[in-house]
């Protein structure tokens, strides 16, 4: 059964922590790694990961994967409050399914 | 970007009632949707595939007589709820497949329905 992991559950930090949120994964026919933002409705996309060893960046956030340990790092740095949100990790394989992980809760105290 | 609209956002209704949700890309033809379930605090469970013009495919343990899916064309999928109980109370969203697009896995999700039983 495909299976993603995501540590730890929840964080809380204060403004202008760096975290590292991880995730790793167990999937048959493995295609992409996929990051998420949920705030109060839909998750919205981050970033997709395909190649191990190449960092995607997006202003503060980025993400790697390694395929050969399976499994993803996200980075955040400079925290700031807006960005306390659920971040979920899902992995790719056949059939285009996505098998999400029970996501990373994180909190940005001012 | 790829546009998906899921209707009602929220909804409210008695036990033993049936409740239809819609799930539509409005910008594109998608082949393949996926229906998810999110309770309070966990993450997006894929309850069933999708696929236009055929029978959904189900996850292990999704009863398939209670959650009707229907993908009667290329830009709009249905979820019915059928003799709803408190305990199907949930988020629903649906996502969609662009297959004129690069990334096999990608999904463009839809903004979920909130079902509320009473």
């Known amino acids: 059964e495909d299976k993603v992991v995501q540590s730890p559950l929840s964080l809380v930090v204060h403004e202008g922590d760096t975290v590292t949120l991880n995730c790793s994964y167990e999937v048959t026919n493995f295609r992409s790694l996929l990051w998420y933002k949920q705030e109060k409705k839909a998750p919205t996309f981050l970033f997709m990961l395909?190649?191990?060893?190449i960092e995607k960046k997006s202003g503060r956030l980025s993400s790697i994967l390694d395929k050969k340990e399976l499994f993803s790092i996200l980075n955040i740095t400079a925290t700031q409050t807006g960005d306390s949100a659920i971040y979920l990790c899902a992995a790719g394989g056949s059939n285009y399914k996505l098998t999400f992980g029970k996501g990373t809760l994180l909190t940005v105290n001012p | 970007g790829a546009v998906v609209s899921q209707h009602p956002s929220w909804v409210i209704c008695k036990s033993g009632t049936s409740v239809k949700i819609e799930c539509r890309s409005l910008?594109?033809?998608?082949?393949?949707m996926f229906w998810y379930r999110q309770f309070p605090k966990q993450s997006l469970m894929l309850m069933a595939t999708s696929n236009e013009g055929s029978k959904a495919t189900y996850e292990q343990g999704v009863e398939k007589d209670k959650f009707l899916i229907n993908h009667a064309s290329l830009t709009l999928s249905t979820l019915t709820v059928t003799s709803a109980h408190p305990e199907d109370s949930s988020f629903y969203i649906c996502s969609a497949r662009d297959p004129g697009g690069t990334s096999y896995n990608e999904q463009f999700f839809g903004p979920g329905t909130r079902l509320t039983v009473l």
């Open positions: 395909t190649s191990s060893g």
């Open positions: 910008d594109f033809q998608a082949t393949t």
